[in-house]
C-alpha cells in the first residue's frame, strides 16, 4: 500500500465511531420499506430521492421492480438476539492501511447532474479467457481425465445478451460449462448431509458424431434446509466508477442487490463498500432487520470517477474480516464491469490478493454488468481463486434467478475444492474429449493433493459434464502409428466398465478431502438418445448449442441448428420458469447470428 493511500481519507475505525448511536446494534424491530428521501434522511442518507421505477425493464418485457411498498401494520415480534459487532482488540499494520483511506458517506454520494455522461465505450474492449477447445485423447496414452468443477453461469447470459442484441457472439466468450451448468436438471438428490453429492450418468449415441457417444455425468448436491442454514457476513462491493452510469449498470446492480437484501434475515450482517477513484464505507457491518437502511445506503450510490479497484477489494475484505464469524458465512460480493484502471489492475497481482483472503477463510463471488467494456478475464479470474461463482447479469430477470430463486446456491456453500477425476478403460474406450471446463483443468495428481485448489459448490446446486468418447472398434480420429505399440493396457475394472468416476471434496472450511466413487458401465447406457432420461438429453442440447456457436470442429455438418433446436425442444418437460422455453428460442435466434 502506497504512503498516499494511508494517509488518504479518514479511517473506516474513526468512521465507524462517528457514526450515530445505533448504527451498528440492532434495530429494536423490523425495518423495510421504499427508500424515500424522508425516510433515508432520518436514517443518515440525507441526499437520497425517491427510487425511480422508470428505468431498466426486464427482457421478458415486464417492468422493473417497483420501489417497496412499506410492510402492513401489524405487532412486531419480540427482538432477536443478535450479538454486535465484534470489534477487534488489535489490528495487523496491513489491516490499518486499507482502513486509512475510507472516507465518510457523504463522500462516495454524488449528485448525477453534476457528473457528465461518458460515451459508451466500444464493444472491442471485452475482454475474455483465452482458451483452446479440449482436444481428443488417446486412452492408451492418457487414460485419465481430471478438472476442477465449475458451478458459474456467467457465461449462459452473456451469450444471450448478444444475441438479444442481434450481435455475433464472439467465440472466446462462450464456454459451454458453464452454458451447461445454467439448468437445474432435476438430479436425484442425497439421502444426507454425510455424503453431499450423489451421482448420475447416462451413456447415449452422439447426435452430432456417428459412432461416437456421450457421458453424461451429473452432481446433485444435498440441500440444506433453510432452518439450519449459517449466518451470513457480507460486504457488497459496488463499483461506482464513471464505467458503471448506463441502466444496465449500476442502476441494475442496486436492483440486484435490493433482490439480495429481501432474502435476508435478523441473523445477516451486511457492510457496504463503494469504489471508484477512492474506496470507502458506505454502510458499516448491519443486521438483516434494517433492511430499509441498506436500501437507502445503496440508493446513494452515484457513478463517476477512474475505477480503484484493487483499493475497493482490499477495504471490502478489511470488513469482512473485521466482522469475521467462524460460524457464518463470510463472503464479499463483487458488482461491476471488472474495468479496473486505478491501483492494483492486473489479474494475476489481483488474483494472489483474492487466493490469499480465500485462504482467512472469507470467499468472494462476482457479479459482472454492462457491455462494451465488459471485462470477463477479470471476472473469471477473481471468483476462480476467491472459491466463489461468477456470473453475468443482464436483466432484474437474471438477478432474481441468481439471487432470490437460487440464493442458497450461490451463497451457502456444501463443499470447497471439488474435483472430478474420470479413468477411462482402454479395453472399452479408444479415445475421449471432455466437452468445456478448459479453464479448470487440473494435472492428474492435483486430484489427490488437497493444496490444490479447486471449486465450491453450494446448497442444492449441481454440476455437469459432458464426455464424448469413441468406443473400442469405432474408426478412431487419427490413424494408428507404424511404429508404435498399439495394444491397450490390461484392464483391471470389471469386464464391460467404460470408466470410473471419482469426486473428491472438502467440507466448507475442512482441510481434508474426501472421496466419493462409482463405475460407470453397461447399467448406465440407452441404446438411444430419445430413450435417455430428460435431464441427459437437454445437458446434451445445451452442449451441442455452445459448441456450435463456439465453432468447434468435431459437430457434424449435417447436425445443424434445426436438429440443436428440435434436441432443446425434445426436452423442455415441467418448466415452471421458463428458461427452457427461453433456451429454445435462443437456438433460434442462435441459427441468424455470425460469429466472429
Known amino acids: ?19 450515530p448511536a445505533g448504527a451498528i446494534t440492532p434495530a429494536p424491530q423490523a425495518q423495510d420499506g421504499s427508500p424515500t428521501a424522508a425516510a433515508c434522511a432520518a436514517l443518515g442518507y440525507p441526499s437520497v430521492g425517491e427510487v425511480q421505477t422508470s428505468g431498466l425493464q426486464r427482457r421478458s418485457g415486464v417492468q422493473a421492480r417497483p420501489a417497496i411498498a412499506p410492510p402492513p401494520s401489524v405487532t412486531p415480534p419480540p427482538p432477536l438476539p443478535i450479538p454486535p459487532v465484534k470489534e477487534r482488540a488489535q489490528r495487523s499494520a496491513a489491516d490499518t492501511a486499507v482502513l486509512a483511506y475510507a472516507p465518510p458517506p457523504p463522500a462516495m454520494v454524488r449528485s448525477p447532474s453534476s457528473l457528465p455522461m461518458p460515451a459508451p465505450a466500444p464493444r472491442d474492449t471485452e475482454r475474455y479467457p483465452s482458451a483452446v477447445a479440449n482436444p481428443i485423447k488417446r486412452t492408451a496414452d492418457e487414460p485419465v481425465s481430471t478438472f476442477s468443477i465449475d458451478v458459474d453461469t456467467a457465461a449462459y447470459a452473456n451469450v444471450r445478451r448478444f444475441l438479444d442484441d442481434g450481435l455475433p457472439v464472439p467465440r472466446e466468450a462462450v464456454r459451454v460449462e458453464e452454458m451447461i451448468n445454467y439448468f437445474d436438471y432435476g438430479y436425484a438428490r442425497p439421502a444426507s448431509a454425510e455424503t453431499p453429492f450423489r451421482a448420475s450418468v ?34 457488497f462491493l459496488v463499483d461506482t466508477s464513471g464505467s458503471m452510469w448506463s441502466q444496465d449498470r449500476l442502476p441494475l446492480a442496486k436492483k440486484a442487490l435490493n433482490v439480495l437484501v429481501d432474502q435476508l434475515r435478523p441473523q445477516d450482517r451486511v457492510a457496504i463498500v463503494a469504489y471508484a477513484g477512492s474506496a470507502g464505507a458506505v454502510l458499516a457491518p448491519t443486521d438483516g432487520r434494517s433492511k430499509l437502511k441498506m436500501r437507502c445506503a445503496l440508493e446513494a450510490l452515484r457513478s463517476g470517477g477512474s475505477t480503484a479497484g484493487g483499493q475497493g477489494l482490499e477495504l471490502a475484505y478489511a470488513l469482512a474480516r473485521q ?43 462476482v457479479y459482472g454488468f454492462g457491455r462494451g467494456n465488459y471485462n470477463d478475464l477479470m471476472m473469471q479470474t477473481l471468483a476462480q481463486n476467491g472459491n466463489g461463482t461468477a456470473a453475468y447479469v443482464d436483466s432484474l430477470r437474471e438477478a432474481r434467478k441468481l439471487l432470490r430463486d437460487d440464493f442458497a446456491s450461490n451463497l451457502f456453500p456444501i ?30 495428481e492435483d486430484f489427490n493433493n488437497d493444496q490444490v485448489d479447486a471449486g465450491e459448490v453450494g446448497s442444492g446446486a449441481s454440476v455437469t459434464a459432458l464426455y464424448e468418447i469413441t468406443p473400442a472398434g469405432a474408426a478412431p480420429s487419427s490413424d494408428p502409428l507404424r511404429y ?6 490390461p484392464a483391471t475394472g470389471k469386464a464391460g466398465e467404460l470408466a470410473y468416476l471419482k469426486v473428491r471434496y472438502k467440507p466448507p472450511g475442512g482441510s481434508a478431502s474426501k472421496l466419493i466413487e462409482r463405475p460407470i458401465g453397461p447399467a448406465d447406457a440407452y441404446a ?26 468435431w459437430l457434424d455438418p449435417s447436425f445443424d441448428w434445426p436438429a440443436v433446436t428440435a ?10 420458469y421458463g428458461l427452457r422455453a427461453e433456451f429454445v428460442q435462443l437456438t433460434r435466434a442462435a441459427a441468424g447470428a455470425k460469429g466472429d
Open 528 to 553: 438411444r438418445l430419445g430413450a435417455a432420461p430428460e435431464a441427459t438429453r437437454l445437458a446434451v442440447a445445451v452442449a451441442a448449442y455452445g459448441q456450435k456457436l463456439r465453432g468447434d470442429p
Open 415 to 444: 463443499a470447497d475444492d471439488v474435483k472430478i477425476q474420470v479413468e477411462f478403460n482402454p479395453r472399452e474406450v479408444s479415445e475421449y474429449r471432455l466437452i468445456g471446463y478448459e479453464t479448470r483443468l487440473l494435472n492428474r
Open 323 to 365: 466482522n469475521f464469524d467462524k460460524a457464518a458465512v463470510n463472503r464479499v460480493i463483487l458488482m461491476t464491469d471488472g474495468d479496473f484502471n486505478v491501483g492494483v489492475a492486473d489479474p494475476s497481482r489481483l488474483k494472489d490478493v483474492v487466493a490469499d483472503q480465500r485462504k482467512s477463510g472469507v470467499y468472494l463471488s
Open 1 to 19: 500500500m502506497s504512503k498516499t493511500a494511508r494517509l488518504a481519507g479518514v479511517s473506516l475505525l474513526s468512521f465507524l465511531t462517528a457514526l
Open 202 to 235: 447416462a451413456v447415449v449415441p452422439s447426435p452430432w458424431s456417428a459412432q461416437r457417444k456421450l457421458v453424461h455425468i451429473g452432481l446433485q448436491g444435498y440441500e440444506r434446509p433453510r432452518a439450519n442454514q449459517p449466518p451470513l457476513n457480507l460486504v
Open 484 to 489: 508404435g505399440d498399439e495394444k491397450p493396457a
Open 567 to 576: 434436441l432443446a425442444q425434445g426436452a423442455r418437460g415441467e418448466d415452471p
